[in-house]
């Protein structure tokens, strides 16, 4: 059952379209697949997502007024390099955006829009983390690493869902969050059979504590600027990696994730001021519950240059009701994916997933302000792999 290393590479990414609007900001999975394959390797991807995100307005007057597709589409890149430096110590270098959000209202008057502008949110990360392993024997790998992050946003809320009764309203509030550095670590080990194409792996990675500066600014009072360091950590997380040979072509695989959105919560000074003034101080951004997510399937190769996977997938979300700012509560998936190896030491990944979005409140305030329901996306990946 013993598998060629050309043919074990098509579990890198099981499919390379894992980007969605999986629970809180999440994005990317964090996989470190690449850092546990044999031998010296580079790979490079492109992720692609198209969701459509449609709801329909609870706010006080506009009660029933649809909200058109409020979701943006976006696209990451991903990179990675492996090398085996000696029989026992493997060095690795990880590149990806593993959170982020991409919203934009539209600008009617209304719930999420004032006749000019429309609610929007930008959320960008970067990603950059150095591994390194230790093999004592042919089965084990305990590996350890920095984690270099960055985290940057601009976000605005517009309409008449920010209205805060008896007198007020946040709508014309906008914040822009500078990029700002910070670091953290993780560390894991993995398992193998190469006989049977067994691999297990548990891999944790540390939560990031980013303050960076900020500067809150608010329409209705212009020349206003009110600038502070904003704190926010980006959560915890565990991934669990599995797979197996099942027979001489196919194997068999699943991912679980766990990250801690529990309590998540991002509060700029200014805001939470003038929410406590107006009767309760609001968050801009927060989540209630953990995020739980699996991905399972097959792998098959067909021939000596083609292969082929199936998956299925299922992402809890972060808790409902959840933020206007992106508004969806975990998802189904199921994905298709080939691989073309033109020669042993390289190929070409592309695959295609279709999402059904979870349905989801939207609040504000602490109170429900959108209904969003029957939502899907579709995600497109390449990757192109390659051994020296």
């Not at 589409?73 to 991903?78: N, Q, T, V």
């Not at 008057?109 to 609610?119: C, D, I, L, Y």
């Not at 995600?379 to 020296?388: A, D, E, L, Q, V």
């Amino acid at each position: 059952m013993k598998l060629t290393v050309i043919h074990s590479a098509i579990l890198l990414s099981l499919i390379p379209t894992t980007a969605t609007f999986a629970g809180g900001l999440d994005r990317s999975g964090q996989s470190i697949s690449a850092f546990l394959q044999p031998g010296n390797y580079a790979e490079a991807g492109i992720s692609v997502l198209d969701p459509t995100v449609k709801g329909s307005s609870t706010v006080q007057g506009f009660e029933g007024e649809k909200i058109s597709d409020m979701a943006e589409d976006y696209y990451f890149p991903s990179a990675a390099i492996k090398v085996q430096a000696t029989d026992k110590i493997s060095l690795g270098l990880i590149y990806d955006q593993p959170f982020g959000a991409d919203s934009q209202y539209a600008a009617t008057a209304g719930s999420f829009g004032n006749g000019t502008e429309g609610t929007s949110v930008e959320v960008k990360t970067n990603n950059l983390t150095a591994l390194i392993g230790y093999q004592p024997t042919e089965n084990w790998n305990f590996y350890a690493g920095p984690v270099w992050q960055t985290v940057e946003a601009d976000i605005k809320l517009r309409g008449a869902a920010y209205a805060k009764p008896p007198a007020g309203t946040l709508s014309g509030y906008n914040i822009n969050v500078e990029q700002e550095e910070a670091y953290g670590w993780l560390a894991g080990f993995a398992y193998q059979i190469p006989e049977i194409a067994l691999k297990a792996a548990v891999t944790y990675r540390s939560e990031i504590k980013h303050n960076a500066k900020s500067k809150e600014t608010y329409n209705l009072i212009p020349g206003f600027a009110y600038i502070d360091e904003l704190e926010a950590i980006t959560p915890q997380s565990v991934n669990l990696d599995l797979q197996t040979g099942i027979s001489q072509n196919t194997l068999a695989f699943a991912n679980l994730r766990w990250v801690h959105w529990d309590q998540f919560a991002v509060t700029p000074s200014f805001l939470a001021q003038t929410t406590a003034a107006l009767g309760a101080k609001q968050n801009l951004i927060d989540y209630s519950d953990d995020q739980y997510s699996i991905t399972t399937g097959l792998s098959h190769k067909f021939n000596s240059k083609w292969a082929g996977t199936a998956a299925i997938g299922w992402d809890s979300g972060a808790g409902n009701p959840v933020t206007t700012l992106g508004p969806t509560e975990g998802y189904w998936n199921v994905g298709l994916g080939g691989q073309y190896s033109p020669a042993e030491n390289y190929f070409i990944q592309a695959g295609v997933k279709y999402f059904w979005l979870g349905d989801a409140q939207a609040q504000t305030g602490g109170s429900v302000k959108a209904d969003f329901t029957d939502n899907h996306a579709i995600g497109y990946g390449m990757k192109i792999g390659y051994r020296f």
